[in-house]
């Protein structure tokens, strides 16, 4: 099943161009994106130092590579988010789809599946975007990178829950559905330490960022892929923890919103089932 | 003995969701008037089908008969009462249903544009986890029969609205399912396509053991010709439900006139002639002429009616006097035609 439903995913992520330009497409997209992080930031370092050497810059590499694995929550919360949007009003599949005996959740995770991978390119490009062209320093022992995996997976798998969440959602409303689409990965873009630090947010928005796994997650990653010379530049909000804490609180986090994308996916359904709304067509 | 499907007393309420106002706030009440209130699709529907039955249920729109299929589909939940489908409760059982049908609805352009006519079957296939060689196999047969083999490999975004629909039938018979929703089918295809359609169904379903179909339709001609027995919608009420010839027979002792006069200025007259049952009326405005199918159950009637319309300065173009036949059945208990 989700076997099937990641190869419709990919099917239609990859599939509505040549497979040339697709390629292009996914290059020169993400590299695009890091441009305009380039530009602020070559302007903000300017302003303040009036030395714009972006690569010895800690802060710089903080944003870049926040920015980077960003890509990831941006892709897969859409991802997961648009499937029941998209197979009701412009497939109009869903129904056939909802009634066929297969689980409706795992074929979400199925279709974001492709995303995930898109997102993979699409870091993988930026960062080595950064490496070359930017002279960020990224590094890791071969140690780590076990860890890094796991840091990764755990992530993903609370990107994927919340998404479902998001999902579930989805199934209740056609209106709202791109605001939220767009709207809550803004708010993870500013509580969760991606391009501002928690220590610059005020006292509430810093709560907000230590309740939301990403921030953990990005956390995590910059302590790994990041010299420690940099990190210690840079204040984070969260240089109190260690790595083991800030990994235990990662994990936390995702139980918990695993198991609440379950309960709301459930509930979500069982009310649109119960309004009819499974299958409705707004036009929005 | 389990049925294919039961229902008992279901019923499916609609509530319409109150219209928002910018500037001006409504009571709860005055919404509810102006928004027409509740719609009451299904109302305690009482309905068994047999194992094997080739089922039609014939009713006009907003009749009920999707809201029936959709809830013994799963994708609603009734209101009140129960509904079986193989024995399953459609509330409480949804895995077991699942596993036993599927439906397809007639006049929809659904499917993913990007894959091809037979990756958009396999995929749906493989949700119902029949082996990926079988299915190609079954694919490939249904395709010839259905005419669509040369569309195979074309991108179902470039597929016309019946070649779509031809895909859809596809996608319901490649997984075999015990029983097969129909909604409406042949709704907007061409006679050909319509032909095969309907011949395919009927020799599914004979054919084969334990096969069932449920069909809904506006086409008399279609469920008369097609289905075992068939059950008369209106308003989410079964008004009757028997084989197509004891339905006929229901309405022996009336006769139906069918006459063909110039336009009318209005129809009331004639529906309160003395002896009259129940009538229909649709204009042809390219020939300036109305059409009226009228159950009498006097015949003494007949010269009534003649004089209502003469008396409208309308000229008769011709009348004759027909066997009963499902539509007028139908009339005769809904008090109107199916296409009014």
């Known amino acids: ?284 | 003995m389990t049925y294919a499907t039961e229902t008992r007393d279901l019923t499916r309420i609609f509530k319409r969701k109150p219209k928002r106002h910018l500037l001006k706030r409504k009571s709860a009440k005055k919404n509810e008037k102006e928004n027409g209130g509740p719609v009451t699709a299904l109302d305690h529907v009482n309905l068994t089908i047999k194992e094997g039955e080739l089922f039609g249920l014939l009713g006009p729109n907003g009749a009920g008969k999707t809201t029936l299929i959709k809830v013994l589909c799963t994708l609603l939940l009734p209101t009140s009462g129960s509904a079986y489908v193989a024995g399953f409760d459609v509330s409480k059982e949804v895995n077991q249903i699942r596993r036993k049908i599927n439906m397809v609805s007639g006049g929809e352009t659904s499917g993913y544009g990007l894959l091809t006519t037979r990756e958009n079957i396999w995929m749906f296939s493989q949700f119902y986890g029949i082996p990926s060689k079988v299915a190609k196999e079954r694919i490939d047969e249904l395709m010839h029969t259905f005419g669509l083999y040369d569309k195979k490999n074309v991108k179902v975004r470039t597929l016309s609205t019946g070649e779509r629909q031809k895909m859809n039938m596809i996608r319901g018979f490649v997984t075999d399912p015990e029983i097969l929703f129909l909604d409406e089918p042949t709704l907007g295809l061409d006679v050909n396509a319509s032909r095969t359609i309907r011949e395919y169904i009927m020799n599914w379903v004979r054919k084969r053991e334990h096969k069932t179909v449920l069909l809904t339709t506006h086409y008399m001609m279609e469920a008369e010709m097609m289905c075992d027995r068939v059950a008369i919608i209106d308003r989410g009420r079964i008004l009757a439900l028997d084989t197509p010839a004891n339905l006929k027979r229901m309405i022996r002792k009336e006769s139906t006139v069918q006459l063909e006069v110039d336009t009318l200025k209005s129809t009331a007259p004639i529906g309160g002639i003395k002896g009259i049952g129940n009538f229909s009326s649709k204009d042809d405005i390219a020939h300036g002429t109305t059409n009226l199918t009228i159950i009498v159950e006097d015949e003494s009637a007949i010269s009534d009616i003649m004089s209502a319309i003469t008396a409208q300065g309308s000229r008769i173009r011709s009348m004759r006097k027909t066997d009963p036949t499902l539509e007028d059945v139908f009339i005769s208990m809904v008090g109107k035609g199916l296409e009014e």
């Not at chain 1, 590094?139 to 990178?145: A, E």
């Not at chain 1, 579930?168 to 409303?173: C, P």
């Not at chain 1, 994990?251 to 309960?263: E, P, R």
Request: with cysteine.
């Open chain 1, 1 to 284: 099943m989700f076997k099937q439903a990641a190869w419709l995913g990919w099917e239609m992520d990859s599939n509505w161009t040549e497979p040339g330009l697709f390629l292009i497409y996914s290059i020169i997209k993400p590299v695009a994106g890091a441009f305009i992080l380039v530009l602020m930031s070559f302007v903000a370092l300017f302003i303040g130092t009036g030395n714009p050497d972006l690569g010895k810059s800690a802060m710089f590499a903080y944003l870049f590579v926040g920015n980077a694995f960003f890509i990831y929550v941006a892709s897969v919360l859409f991802g997961c988010f648009q499937v029941i949007q998209s197979d009701r009003e412009w497939y109009q599949t869903i129904r056939y789809v909802y009634m066929s005996p297969i689980n409706f959740y795992t074929y979400i995770v199925g279709r974001a599946a492709s995303k995930v991978l898109l997102a993979t390119i699409a870091t993988a490009v930026t960062l080595a975007f950064g490496v070359f062209a930017l002279h960020i320093d990224l590094s890791m022992s071969l140690w780590d990178i076990p860890l890094f995996l796991a840091v990764m997976v755990i992530g993903l798998l609370c990107v994927v829950a919340i998404g479902l969440c998001l999902a579930g959602l989805s199934f209740l409303t056609a209106k709202h559905t791109h605001g939220l689409a767009e709207g809550i990965p803004g708010m993870f873009y500013l509580f969760c330490g991606v391009i501002f630090p928690l220590s610059v947010l005020p006292g509430w928005g810093q709560s907000v960022g230590r309740a939301l796994p990403i921030t953990y997650w990005l956390e995590a990653i910059r302590r790994l892929i990041l010299p420690s010379s940099q990190i210690a530049q840079v204040t984070t909000g969260l240089e109190q923890r260690d790595l083991a804490g800030i990994i235990a609180l990662l994990l936390i986090s995702t139980a918990f919103f695993f198991l609440l994308s379950i309960l709301l996916f459930r509930m979500t359904e069982y009310l649109a089932r119960k309004a009819g709304i499974i299958d409705m067509t707004t036009n929005y």
